[in-house]
């Protein structure tokens, strides 16, 4: 009888963390990228991605690079980026490789609010996956893109890497992205660059939700609270101070955008010697 009142109190203490989107491409980046070539060829411009957001004007985010990815297998996807040199862009790892799809090559696009029209556009597949990056777990979920240099414009400016040891925790930043702005949002509604202003939170709070192996050190959340975070389709893309660039985009909760729950990023400091390596 004792036995069993422990195993019952040891089963009430157990937590079921909220597992996080994986298989990126397959159930988000193709079937966004169709999505907003369409709404774009439509010219149905209303609004924009980010949950809770609003639409972002030219060259507010200069730095803000959109990805329209080629894979192997010859679908389409899409991501975000963040350009941090005239030759060097920083996304998510999982924008070039996930546990079942892989790119073979990235077009850039710099200096606009549409993804698939318009702006600077880059083709490259030199891209270089952080050598610790996991396909299960999203850890360590940050990657390198090199492309051939690119003028600056009052539309297509760096951003700065963040470093030390700040964890930003309290600190409210920007989220800007291509992807949606609410669950299974329609074409009419997904069109634009859009952001939002989000908070950091402490990992250990992050830690509540996702579990320990999934939010590590090298691991920045923000709240997703009011309904206001990141969402499908903007992976990769920059969480930003001024203009500092403090986390890429990396995961959420497989549930959606809009319920209230942390979203997880690639923490720049602890990533800032090894992008800086390949500079």
């Not at 010219?43 to 894979?71: C, E, H, K, Q, T």
């Not at 050598?131 to 760096?158: F, P």
């Amino acid at each position: 009888m004792k036995v069993f009142v422990v195993l019952s109190c040891l089963a009430a203490l157990a937590v079921a963390y909220e597992p996080i989107e994986l298989d990126y491409h397959l159930n988000v980046g193709i079937p966004r990228a169709e999505v907003i070539k369409q709404a774009e060829l439509a010219a149905d411009f209303d609004g924009s991605r980010i949950v809770g957001g609003s639409a972002a004007s030219l060259g507010a985010y200069p730095y803000m690079g959109g990805l329209v990815i080629l894979l192997t297998d010859g679908r389409t996807s899409v991501c975000g980026s963040s350009l941090i040199s005239n030759t060097r862009l920083v996304t998510a790892a999982h924008c070039w490789r996930d546990r079942t799809t892989q790119a073979r090559e990235f077009t850039v696009v710099l200096g606009s609010i549409r993804l698939f029209s318009g702006g600077t556009r880059i083709v490259t597949n030199r891209v270089q996956v952080h050598g610790s990056y996991s396909t299960s777990n999203y850890n360590n979920d940050i990657a390198v893109i090199t492309i051939n240099s690119v003028a600056y414009t009052n539309n297509i400016r760096n951003i700065g890497l963040a470093s030390g040891s700040n964890d930003f925790a309290g600190s409210w930043a920007d989220a800007a992205g291509f992807g949606l702005t609410a669950d299974g949002g329609s074409i009419s509604n997904n069109q634009f660059l859009s952001h939002a202003r989000v908070q950091v939170i402490t990992n250990n709070v992050c830690r509540l939700t996702f579990g320990i192996s999934t939010v590590i050190s090298s691991t920045l959340c923000i709240s997703g609270a009011n309904r206001i975070s990141t969402c499908s389709g903007d992976s990769g893309g920059p969480l930003a101070i001024g203009n500092t660039l403090i986390g890429v985009t990396s995961f959420g909760s497989s549930r959606g955008c809009q319920h209230n729950l942390p979203a997880g990023f690639a923490r720049v400091t602890s990533f800032n010697a090894w992008i800086r390596s390949l500079m």
